[in-house]
C-alpha cells in the first residue's frame, strides 16, 4: 500500500531554515507528480508546492515563492521542501501529497 512519511520538522527561530523531507513506498515514485499541502490552525489546508515526476517543473505559492524549494530524488523515493527565511505565519502541519494519497503530516513551528 502507499506510504509517505515525512520528517524533518520542528521548532526554528524566525528567518531560520528547516528541510521537510518525505520518503515514499507502496508505489512507482518517479511516475508521479508530488505535492507539499500545509494546514494552520483554523485555516483551510493549502498547496504549498508542486513538482512533477521527473523533476522538470515546479510550481509554488505565492506566499512562499522566492523562500521554499521542492526537489526530488527518484533514486530514494523521497521528495523534499527546503524551507528558509522562515515566518511566523509559516507555522502549520505539513503534508507530503500523491495523487490519491497523504503523509501523516510533521508540525513545523516559526517562533522566537
Known amino acids: 500500500q502507499v506510504q509517505l512519511v515525512e520528517s524533518g520538522g520542528g521548532l526554528v527561530q524566525p528567518g531560520g531554515s528547516l528541510r521537510l523531507s518525505c520518503a515514499a513506498s507502496?508505489?512507482?515514485?518517479?511516475?508521479?507528480?508530488m505535492s507539499w499541502y500545509r494546514q494552520a490552525p483554523g485555516k483551510e489546508r493549502e498547496l504549498v508546492a508542486h513538482i512533477t515526476s521527473a523533476g522538470r517543473s515546479t510550481y509554488y505559492a505565492d506566499s512562499v515563492k522566492g523562500r521554499f524549494t521542492i526537489s526530488r530524488d527518484n533514486a530514494k523515493n523521497t521528495v523534499y521542501l527546503q524551507m528558509n527565511s522562515l515566518k511566523p505565519e509559516d507555522t502549520a502541519v505539513y503534508y507530503c501529497n500523491a495523487p490519491g494519497s497523504w503523509g501523516q503530516g510533521i508540525q513545523v513551528t516559526v517562533s522566537s
Open positions: 507502496g508505489f512507482t515514485f518517479s511516475s508521479y507528480a
